[in-house]
T-cell receptor
């Protein structure tokens, strides 16, 4: 089946420290991988994503690289700020791809 | 169950106008998808929600498109402002984890 495993928290860092949050996944097919962030009192927001192996997603100083060989998508930031305090969720998606369709006409 | 319900079934509007498409998923389903279908591009996944939370909106073509799911039984897809190239059939679908999506009848949008 499809699943993600994140490192357990809580994580406490000093300002300007380096951040790594580990995420590994199990999936069939070729999932897209995501990091979401939830600030206090708010809903989840997409932080970054990567859709294929070796892709690097980045946003707001955060980065994560899709590593197929290690089935990982670790989140990193070189220098964290107080404003980065939030809950971070790793996620994967294996969704439904459709072809262009084939029209069939049956004649008697 | 009535299946996935979409409204309106047909919408004709002028370029620049705001368009809102509505969807009621099958009761109990925890995934909701919005797709767009055109002859040129086939069936494209625009966005999907899990338990009312937007999980991936990477298929949304532009910032003119937005989708919300305020509760488990209702979702909207809004286009503001609309353009002629937005003309398509928009499908809403819902599913349970591990199952294929059940599609609604679609909304045929024509932007003139």
């Amino acid at each position: 089946g499809n699943s993600v495993t994140q490192m357990e928290g809580p994580v406490t860092l000093s300002e300007e420290a380096f951040l790594t949050i580990n995420c590994t996944y199990t999936a069939t097919g070729y999932p897209s991988l995501f990091w979401y962030v939830q600030y206090p009192g708010e809903g989840l927001q997409l932080l970054l994503k990567a859709t294929k192996a070796d892709d690097k997603g980045s946003n707001k100083g955060f980065e994560a690289t899709y590593r197929k060989e290690t089935t990982s998508f670790h989140l990193e930031k070189g220098s964290v700020q107080v404003s980065d305090s939030a809950v971070y969720f790793c996620a994967l998606r294996v969704f439904f791809y459709f072809g262009t369709g084939t029209s069939l006409t049956v004649i008697p | 169950d009535a299946g996935v319900i979409q409204s309106p079934r047909h919408e004709v509007t002028e370029m620049g106008q705001e368009v809102t498409l509505r969807c009621k998923p099958i009761s109990g389903h925890d995934y909701l998808f919005w797709y767009r279908q055109t002859m040129m591009r086939g069936l494209e996944l625009l966005i999907y929600f899990n338990n009312n939370v937007p999980i991936d909106d990477s298929g949304m073509p532009e910032d003119r498109f937005s989708a919300k799911m305020p509760n488990a039984s209702f979702s909207t897809l809004k286009i503001q402002p609309s353009e002629p190239r937005d003309s398509a059939v928009y499908f809403c679908a819902s599913s349970l984890e591990g199952t294929g999506p059940y599609f609604g009848p679609g909304t045929r949008l024509t932007v003139t």
